[in-house]
């Protein structure tokens, strides 16, 4: 009996044991569970999406392309290989993966598959509610906006690998323009993303709107990676405000006032009312005031009244008001109107403001800064209207001084002695327009000589300019060759010749420099005067001499021997600041070779 019970036990056992199925190598739980967690018959909760399974797929073959998986989505463009920039701040919610790497080559692998191990748990995102997160990527006054990322914790060279980037506004009030953006790591390629997104270089963005409280974007991307690391996905979030959300509304009774932010001095400028019954019931009247400021005037004064008629419900009429702008600055036109309603009354108040300006041509004058007495002297005036505004009736104005003479003008210039005015009358110019007139002057009297000129249009303020010339004073010398009186030269005799300069005028004479020539019969011996000499074979100069007061003289002597007989020039050449020209002096000299050549010779008094 305890055989035969021991032989039904091993049946029995043997029995159960032939009952268990048969378990296919690679399998586990079912795909949507955790790994690790006991494999039920419940289906995977609400709102998630699988992202991984505890069925180890096979690394697949490393010589075809790899293809993403089939969700959908429409895969993106490749992206190059550029490093992403460094992170800042805090790092985010991430799950950062780290790769396997790929085993060493080595003999064939037998026939017979092994699975891979199974990867890592991974983070499921939350479903689309979700209470406010404990954190926030940015807020503003009252918005807040949160970032999380899921995604497997592992992943290998060359598998597609999703990841789920959770947005989120945790605030209290709705914000705008949500934008996300994540920089890509190296080596790491983007095949698709829902909602599509944004690639330039190596960020990739999505622009998300406005988000009303407790809103949930669920930004899906899938990446693969190239080779074995780190692949770090770091995105970061902007948003404004909703700010302030106001009605408007018309009032039951409105008026406007239109006007040219600008106008010129002296025009006409036009104001346009506009008056408009927003009333279900008809107006009257309307009663218009309007309070001019001190730079814009009308007939009846700084205070224009009109009665109008009435205004039918939902009417808008235009009234114009034409002023005269007669002076600069900023100025006011404001505006009061009174609607009498059989109620009562609607008042409206608006205003415009112009500036005036005051407007002007452009006067440029050029020509020489000095002159000389006697000399001419040539001036050009331009005249320019500004680009804003035509310029009627341009006349120009050019004043001679007294040290100056009138000489010419170009055409159309007029000169009237008796005010000493060149005029011309250049017509009307368009914006912009530029003319060139000339006139010539001759110098007359020494000194600083301004010429004023001035040009002006109808509505324009008058444009003045001026130039200055410097006139120098100018010495009247004279200069005079005294022949000496014992007549011809012998040949090796000696002679001295005397010049004086003299300065009758009433200007003094400055830098006087006198430079004496001899002939080729003659030799210079020396020289004498009130500067030194410098003495050369054919030629004595003298150096300058700083001043000569008026109605003074300098003398100068000159000692020249005789060398061969004959006729020669004997030639003086004088220098002066101020002078148009040097004043020369010449004498004919006569070298004669005769028997008494001895009496002559050294008989010459000496210089003095």
């Not at 239109?258 to 002296?266: I, K, L, R, S, V």
């Not at 001084?401 to 009237?416: E, K, Q, Y």
């Amino acid at each position: 009996m305890r055989q035969r019970s021991l032989l039904g036990a091993l049946l029995l056992l043997l029995g159960g044991l032939l009952a268990v199925p048969e378990q296919v190598p690679g399998q586990g739980a079912p795909a949507w569970a955790p790994s690790g967690a006991p494999a039920t018959s419940q289906p995977p909760p609400s709102g998630s999406r699988v992202i991984a399974s505890t069925r180890a797929p096979l690394l697949p073959s490393m010589d075809g392309p790899l293809r993403p998986p089939d969700d959908g989505l429409v895969p993106l463009a490749p992206l190059d290989r550029v490093a992403a920039p460094p992170p800042t701040g805090p790092k985010p919610p991430l799950q950062q993966a780290t790769y396997v790497p790929e085993p060493a080559k080595g003999p064939p692998p037998p026939k017979k598959t092994k699975a891979l191990p199974p990867p890592a748990p991974i983070k499921a995102p939350p479903p689309d509610v979700v209470p406010p997160a404990p954190t926030a990527a940015r807020s503003g006054s009252e918005g807040m906006l949160s970032l999380e990322v899921f995604g497997p914790a592992e992943a290998h060279p060359g598998q597609a690998m999703s990841c789920t980037i959770v947005v989120r506004n945790a605030g209290a009030t709705a914000i705008a323009g949500a934008h996300v953006e994540a920089p890509l790591a190296p080596g790491v390629r983007v095949l698709s993303s829902n909602p599509p997104a944004q690639v330039v270089g190596d960020l990739f963005s999505w622009q998300l709107g406005n988000l009303e409280v407790g809103a949930v974007r669920r930004l899906e991307i899938v990446l693969r990676p190239a080779d074995a690391g780190e692949v770090v996905l770091r995105p970061v979030g902007a948003f404004g405000i909703e700010g302030l959300r106001a009605r408007v509304v018309r009032p039951p009774f409105g008026a406007t006032v239109t006007a040219p932010e600008t106008a010129n001095a002296g025009g006409r400028l036009l104001f346009q009312v506009q008056l408009v019954n927003n009333r279900d019931v008809p107006a009257q009247k309307v009663v218009l005031r309007a309070l001019l400021s001190a730079g814009l005037q009308h007939p009846q004064g700084k205070e224009v009244e009109a009665e109008l008629t009435g205004l039918a419900p939902g009417e808008a009429r235009l009234v114009s008001l034409e002023v005269s702008a007669i002076a600069p600055g900023r100025q006011v036109n404001a505006v009061t109107a009174t609607a009498f309603y059989p109620d009562g009354e609607q008042k409206a108040q608006a205003q415009a403001v112009v500036q005036v300006v005051q407007r002007s041509l452009a006067l440029k004058l050029d020509g020489p800064r000095t002159g000389a007495i006697q000399g001419e002297i040539d001036v050009r005036l331009e005249v320019e209207c500004p680009r804003e505004a035509s310029a009627p009736d341009v006349r120009v104005g050019q004043y001679v001084p007294d040290g100056l003479d009138f000489v010419s003008a170009s055409s159309g210039g007029a000169f009237n002695p008796s005010n000493r005015v060149i005029s011309w009358a250049l017509g009307s110019f368009a914006p912009a327009q530029r003319q060139t007139v000339t006139f010539k002057v001759r110098g007359r009297s020494p000194g600083d000589w301004g010429l004023p000129a001035a040009a002006a249009a109808v509505g324009m303020a008058e444009a003045r300019a001026t130039h200055a010339v410097h006139l120098d004073a100018v010495p009247q010398l004279a200069l005079e060759l005294l022949n000496p009186a014992e007549g011809p030269i012998d040949v090796k005799g000696e002679a001295v010749y005397e010049l004086r300069v003299s300065n009758p005028g009433t200007v003094v004479a400055t830098g006087l420099t006198l430079v004496v020539s001899l002939p080729d019969g003659l030799e210079a011996v020396g020289g004498n005067g009130p500067t030194a000499a410098r003495v050369v074979p054919r030629q004595i100069a003298f150096d300058p001499l700083a001043e000569l007061a008026p109605n003074r003289d300098a003398v100068y002597k000159v000692r020249v021997r005789g060398l061969t007989a004959g006729p020669g020039r004997f030639r003086a050449l004088l220098q002066a600041n101020g002078l148009p020209q040097a004043l020369a002096q010449e004498v004919t000299v006569q070298v004669r070779a005769t028997g008494s050549s001895t009496a002559n010779s050294g008989q010459r008094p000496l210089l003095r």
